[in-house]
């Protein structure tokens, strides 16, 4: 199964890929496939994105004024294919982000915009502050990324970003085991924030058969009674190209 048939992305859409544990090689998977379809593609970090992931999506694209920016998009998917648009480049290493306001002005009309726009320093789950995750206007649909390596890991720095805001939201205090369930809340927190009109979907990361299977359903089970009936596991960023089911 591809994975943005899986999450169910179609042409128009403009899918902001949110929480921790996967979501750049989720976003470089789906913009890979989508290529492969014909569809146009527009990668578009709103806070960081490291170069060597943004290559293999296509050409990156920054320019100071919005409108030469918009330019350089229209010229970069006139016939199709994928870029990564970014503000500017920070180091030789990574781009910057471009605001969220400015992702409905630069989306292709006629293609998909995959948006990462969230941060997580690289954890496999997060918790999320009520004022976040900064999506932008228009966002039409919103995916929820967890690491699954989270499971049975304290909650401590070097596995949760920002752990205190994840015990308020989970109730799983310091040193404590992460849970299937808390894992299923902290997910559930990164969409509280979706636009009322935008579909919503959680993305399970580093899924491979086994024992992780079982756990996945577990949390799936609790993203259910959350509102989110649309659950895709993959093995990616464990496998690459990642594999995919639904659940």
Do not use: C
Not at 4 to 22: C, I, Q, S, T
Not at 106 to 113: F, H, I, Y
């Amino acid at each position: 199964m591809e994975l943005y048939k899986a999450l169910g992305v179609v042409p128009g859409d403009v899918v902001a890929f949110v929480g921790a544990g996967g979501k750049s090689s989720a976003i470089l998977q789906a913009a890979n496939e989508l290529k492969g379809a014909s569809v146009k593609v527009l990668a578009v970090p709103t806070t960081k994105m490291f170069v060597s992931e943004a290559r293999g999506i296509g050409p990156i694209l920054t320019a100071e004024d919005t409108g030469d920016l918009r330019l350089e998009v229209e010229r970069a998917l006139e016939d199709g294919g994928a870029a990564v648009v970014g503000s500017r480049m920070l180091s030789k290493d990574r781009i910057g982000g471009v605001e969220a306001a400015l992702v409905p002005y630069l989306a292709p009309k006629d293609g998909v915009a995959l948006v990462e726009a969230d941060g997580s320093r690289r954890r496999p789950i997060k918790g999320t502050a009520g004022h976040e995750p900064p999506l932008p206007e228009g966002a039409t649909l919103v995916v929820v990324v967890g690491g699954i390596d989270a499971l049975g890991r304290t909650v401590d720095e070097e596995h949760v970003h920002r752990p205190e805001i994840f015990t308020e939201i989970t109730g799983a205090g310091p040193g404590h085991t992460i849970t299937p369930v808390a894992f299923a809340r902290a997910l559930l927190a990164g969409l509280r924030n979706a636009p009322e009109e935008a579909r919503r979907a959680a993305l399970l990361a580093g899924v491979v058969p086994g024992s992780d299977m079982a756990a996945a359903s577990t949390i799936a089970r609790e993203l259910w009674r959350g509102g989110v009936r649309k659950v895709v596991s993959t093995s990616l960023p464990k496998e690459s190209p990642g594999r995919v089911w639904a659940l």
